[in-house]
């Protein structure tokens, strides 16, 4: 995921990265709630087995997509490779072709890991933005635990109904992914205002600004209405109300942690991957719990 948020900073300039960034960060998005929806027809009606069937089968056809269509992107491998081709068509060895840094296996990772660590650590803004981001994909993950106990338990959904009340996430950020050209033209005339050139990679940041906004509202939402004398239909309009605030979230913050480290834009995003990932992971843990702990909640 790191590697394509930076090939997608190298493909697109600065006017065109934001519509490119915001359909990079839905795609992440748009699959985990594709998936309930798939996996709940595929248990009810198949064998559980074809759940990882599908996954290896979607996993091969994606591998051999990018092996055929993904180029390599990145500025300093290109060059390497330019000087290489050069020094074995003349026979030279270019003192340049610092390409060859004999690097074993283990530093090699060892130096990706190194660079999001730094980012983390000494910038501000990429710490206290990955924190934000962390928060809100650790809440959309409890979202996965919690729908099939409050669908299914409280609404009485069956198996394949509980993947569809992942539609209204899904439609949420579809919604996000359509304000595009709002952003791109509110983006433009921020860029004539700045004085500065490059533009700073803080006038990215208006999207998260009203995804801050919109994702507390649709998670009180989604709480206060989640309840049998409630419609089903209210909480998942929350949920859509949510998933427009997340992607909107995401994109800003992307396209600035991109806009901010051109050079670095990967390990910006490894970065950010890395402490979200770890909220995800750990918030799925006790989501059980916190409901199991509130018997007299009218859920």
Not at 4 to 10: E, F, I, L, M
Not at 205 to 221: H, Q
């Amino acid at each position: 995921m790191s590697v394509a948020g930076g090939t997608v900073g190298d493909l697109f300039n600065v006017h065109h990265l934001a519509l490119p960034m915001m359909v990079y960060t839905a795609s992440p998005f748009l699959g985990p709630e594709l998936g309930p929806i798939i996996g709940g027809f595929i248990c009810q009606n198949a064998d559980w087995r074809w759940v990882f069937y599908v996954l290896i089968i979607w996993s091969a056809v994606a591998y051999v997509a990018i092996l055929i269509a993904v180029p390599e992107t990145y500025g300093p491998i290109l060059l390497k490779q330019r000087l290489a081709r050069e020094s074995q068509e003349s026979g030279e060895e270019s003192n340049s072709v610092a390409a060859k840094e004999d690097k074993d296996i283990l530093s090699a990772v060892a130096h990706s890991c190194l660079k999001p660590m730094q980012l983390l650590i000494f910038e501000p803004m990429c710490l206290a933005l990955c924190t934000f981001s962390a928060v809100i994909l650790g809440i959309l993950y409890l979202f996965f635990e919690v729908f099939p106990i409050v669908f299914g338990g409280v609404y009485g959904f069956s198996l394949q109904q509980s993947g569809f009340s992942f539609i209204g996430l899904l439609l949420g950020m579809s919604i996000g992914l359509a304000t595009d050209p709002f952003w791109d033209r509110h983006y433009e005339r921020l860029f004539a205002k700045s004085l500065a050139h490059p533009p700073p990679p803080e006038l990215r940041l208006p999207p998260a600004m009203a995804g801050s906004v919109l994702v507390p509202i649709g998670i009180f939402w989604f709480a206060w209405t989640a309840r049998p004398s409630i419609h089903w239909i209210v909480p998942i309009i929350g949920t859509s109300v949510f998933g427009t605030g997340v992607l909107l979230t995401f994109s800003g913050i992307f396209t600035f942690l991109v806009d901010a480290y051109p050079l670095f834009a990967a390990s910006g995003l490894a970065s950010n991957s890395f402490l979200r990932s770890c909220f995800a992971a750990g918030f799925s843990l006790f989501a059980t719990q916190s409901m199991l702990s509130h018997p007299h909640e009218p859920w």
